[in-house]
C-alpha cells in the first residue's frame, strides 16, 4: 500500500488524520503510543481542538501512510487561518469611520 495522496482532499487535516488512523484499525492509544504522545492529545487533534506541530504530524504521517508534505501543506492554512481568527478577535474590527 503506498501513501496516500492529499492534494484534491477537501478534508480538514483533523478529518485526515482521525479517517487514517481507523482506515488502519488503529486506536487513539495505539497510535499515541506509537508516537510517543498521550490518546488524549491525539484526540484533541482529531477534534480538531489542536493542531500538531510539524514534528508530530510527521511521525503520524508515517505511521498512517500519508504524504507529509500535503499534510503540512493543510496545517499551515489552518494555522495561519487560526493565526488571523485570534487577531481579529483581539483587536476587532478594523474602523472604517474614520
Given amino acids: 500500500m503506498g501513501v496516500m495522496n492529499l492534494k484534491s482532499s477537501d478534508l480538514k487535516s483533523s478529518e485526515i488524520l482521525r479517517l487514517s488512523r481507523t482506515k488502519k ?5 495505539q497510535l499515541g503510543h506509537l508516537i510517543g504522545y498521550n490518546h488524549s492529545y491525539i484526540s484533541q487533534i482529531e477534534k480538531g481542538m489542536k493542531i500538531p506541530s510539524d514534528q508530530i504530524a510527521r511521525k503520524m504521517a508515517t ?5 507529509f508534505e500535503n499534510l503540512r501543506e493543510i496545517l499551515e492554512d489552518e494555522r495561519y487561518e487560526e493565526m488571523t481568527s485570534k487577531i481579529k478577535n ?7 469611520a474614520t
Avoid at 484499525?25 to 492509544?29: A, F, G, I, S
Wanted: charged share 30%; hydrophobic share 35%.
Fill in 25 to 29: 484499525n488503529l486506536t487513539l492509544r
Fill in 90 to 96: 483581539r483587536f476587532g474590527k478594523t474602523n472604517s
Fill in 63 to 67: 505511521i498512517l501512510e500519508i504524504d
